[in-house]
């Protein structure tokens, strides 16, 4: 009894039907009522206890086999139908090929400001997108009436009664804050992340960007020291042939601040439509980090100093690859993105 099932098996899986009339007969044959599973089954019955199991066994795999192969030949028969008697499977065809996805320019750029600092020996450090008032503002010094507080900059979450509110980070400087309160010098890490603004989207602004945070905090740490880090990364980034200028400035969490420029690496300094014929671009915001801010963090303002600078990513990758609108970045436009798979 067993061989025959056995035997019809196989019979099921070498069967081919090439029009639906062999296809009805299969069906017929093997799983209408009076089929030959239908007969099978009744026959458990009259098996002997101790094989009833192995023969229930190959039954049911006889009736999974004949159903699957039912399916199978029902759907090629109709997909053969469907083209008026023709397949339109032709199996000779090149397979389609896989679309390779590549880099976002916003990681390229980041990467590679990561490394240039990983070589002098910048760690990354990372903190959240959703900050309180003490790590985005107060610790870093802003006066409680700063602008940079305002409805206007800020996305806010909730303010209740008597907490620190709670906001979108604007700039990734909170994570110095979380840095150095967390943490004995010397450090010296680079924190990269997405910032929020509460601006109108245009080409030149968004309501979120990238940036990344750099902090050096040790005994003796000076402004020449900043100066030699930063003529490092944008010779490294822009090219060696690249020239530094400080411009002083002012942020609440340095003392002195400045805003660096790099020479115009599109026509290296005799001006363009990219430098507004200045020669010169601005690509961060720096300074010897405020004695105030080292004090609100727990570190001694007496025995260290150090310096922090931060640079927005978007407009890193908008310089080096002459991009002249923000919003392509967010926009997910295939065409625009896959420029950059060869870097
Ligand atoms: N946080 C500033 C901004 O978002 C950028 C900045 C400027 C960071 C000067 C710094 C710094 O660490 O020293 O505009």
């Known amino acids: ?22 296809l009805e007969a299969f069906r017929l044959k093997y799983l209408s009522k009076k089929g030959v599973l239908t007969d099978l089954f009744s026959e458990m019955k009259n098996i002997p206890v101790e094989h009833r199991k192995d023969f229930g066994l190959l039954v049911n795999e006889l009736k999974t086999k004949a159903e699957e192969k039912f399916q199978l030949a029902m759907t090629g028969l109709e997909s053969v139908s469907d083209s008026g008697g023709h397949s339109d499977l032709d199996l ?11 880099r976002h320019p916003i990681s390229i750029t980041r990467n590679r400001i990561l490394s240039i600092f990983g070589r002098i020996g910048f760690t990354v450090a990372q903190g959240p997108e959703i900050e309180d008032d003490w790590h985005n503002f107060t610790a ?23 907490t620190d509110s709670i906001a979108l980070r604007t700039h990734t400087s909170s994570i110095q804050v979380r840095v150095m309160e967390t943490t004995k010098p010397p450090i010296r890490i ?5 910032v929020y603004r509460n601006e109108a989207i245009s080409a030149r602004a968004h309501c979120f960007f990238h940036q990344v945070e750099g902090l050096y905090i040790d005994e003796g740490v000076s402004f020449a020291d900043m100066k030699q880090t930063l003529l490092y ?27 660096m420029d790099v020479t115009c690496s599109i026509c290296k300094g005799k001006g363009c439509n990219v430098c507004k014929y200045t020669g010169w671009l601005e690509i961060l915001g720096c300074g010897m980090v405020d004695p105030n801010v080292l004090t609100n963090c ?12 931060g640079m927005g990513i978007e407009r890193i990758a908008m310089l080096r690859h002459d991009v002249k609108d923000l919003r392509l970045f967010s926009e997910n436009d295939v065409r625009f993105l896959k420029q950059f798979s060869g870097e």
Request: charge should be negative.
């Open 1 to 22: 009894m067993q061989d025959k099932i056995k035997q019809l098996i196989s019979e099921v899986d070498n069967y081919v039907a090439s029009t639906k009339d062999q």
């Open 92 to 102: 000779s065809l090149p397979a389609e090929p896989y679309v390779l996805g590549s």
């Open 140 to 162: 870093l010094n802003f006066p409680e009436n700063h602008p940079a507080r305002d409805m206007q900059d800020t996305f806010f979450i909730e303010q209740r009664e008597g």
């Open 190 to 194: 680079l924190a990269p992340g997405r």
């Open 233 to 259: 990364f944008s010779r490294e980034m822009f090219g060696a042939e690249t020239k530094i200028r400080l411009r002083p400035s002012y942020f609440p969490f340095t003392e002195p601040s400045a805003e």
């Open 298 to 309: 727990g570190i001694d303002a007496e025995k260290y100093t150090g310096f922090a600078f």
